[in-house]
């Protein structure tokens, strides 16, 4: 039998059975992971550990331990407190379009009020009850809408992953402003020297940046500016796809 290490991919919190032991705990789960939460979003990953929770809630070691093993298991039960933040309208409730934008934005907003959720993603299987439900209602939004068998797979993976990158991309840029305190006014000045100098090497890419320069001047609308484009995009071959594949049309392999 392999060795399911703190580290393996598949040793997670969700994948252990209910522990029995005679009385319970001074805290809840609930109150754990919230506090926990409340640590990440004000002091990001390197400030939580067992001991800084601890002291957070006033409990002894036994009160966290008796719901989680170490720190990886109390990361797995707050990726999925993020995951619980997502809204996945019910089929029929309106358009399996609209509904799908609702999914993107609802997970893009949430990755972007937890950034440091984004390095926690895909390191054990999301399996918990709030990844579940997100999971279980996004396959029925996405097979009421006519999708099927690996392309229904397919489309959901390319909805969640412009999500999850877009909200990587504007995670690490305010990351990286953050560190320098600087703003994204002060970046741009400093570099423009250097793009000058650049520029008789690169005129397609000059000419580029002097048709957007009068837009960027509010960097986190074009960072959401890009998203909805890419999104809307997305959405739009996913319909011309349904559109084709749909029983009786022309480019339907039944009808060949």
Known sequence: MPNQSQDSFTSSVWLKPPRQQSGQPSLSREQIVRAAMEILDEEGLDGLSMRRLGTKLDAGATSLYWHVAHKDELLELVVDEVLGEVYVPEPGDTSWRTAASVVAHGMRSALLRHPWVLGLLGRHPTLGPNAMRLGERLVALFAAAGFTNIELSHATALLNSHAIGSATSEAAIKSALTRTGMTYAEVAE?????????????????????????????????????????????????????????????GDPGER
């Open 190 to 250: 400093d570099i423009e020297p250097h793009l000058e100098r650049l520029a008789p090497d690169n005129p397609e890419y000059t000419k580029w940046r002097q048709q957007v320069a009068p837009l960027n001047r509010d960097p986190e609308k074009l960072l959401a500016d890009t998203y909805a484009f890419g999104l809307e995009r997305i959405l739009d071959g996913l319909e011309a796809w349904l559109e084709q594949h749909r029983p009786g049309h022309a």
